[in-house]
Nanobody
């Protein structure tokens, strides 16, 4: 059973940093692309970044480029999102997701709140 569990969210002041983690299980993590999405209240879910199985970062959202860094540790079945210079507009629920033969799987999400 494919499972994704996000962690690391919280409340931070503008200009601060957080590192989100996404722990994967139930599939061969190193074989699949992974993505981070976020969804602010009342808005559609939007793509933040996609990490190919090789670790190459594809499709980094322009609003976070230069502030956010995505990475993965295949030995730990974990993907990370390092978020620096956070802004109030980064406030959202952050999700990780992957597409395997079992279908599209989403984690439960982790709330990030940035106060001004």
């Amino acid at each position: 059973q494919v499972q994704l569990v996000e962690s690391g969210g919280g409340l931070v002041q503008a200009g601060g940093s957080l590192r989100l983690s996404c722990l994967a299980s139930g599939f061969v993590f190193s074989d699949y692309d992974m993505s981070w999405f976020r969804q602010a209240s009342g808005q559609e879910r939007e793509l933040v970044a996609t990490l190919l199985s090789s670790g190459y970062i594809k499709n980094f959202d322009v609003s976070v480029k230069g502030r956010f860094t995505a990475s993965r540790d295949n030995a730990k079945n974990t993907m990370y999102l390092q978020m620096n210079s956070l802004k109030p507009e980064d406030t959202a629920v952050y999700y990780c997701t992957t597409l395997t033969p079992a279908g599209r799987t989403w984690g439960q999400g982790t709330q990030v709140t940035v106060s001004s």
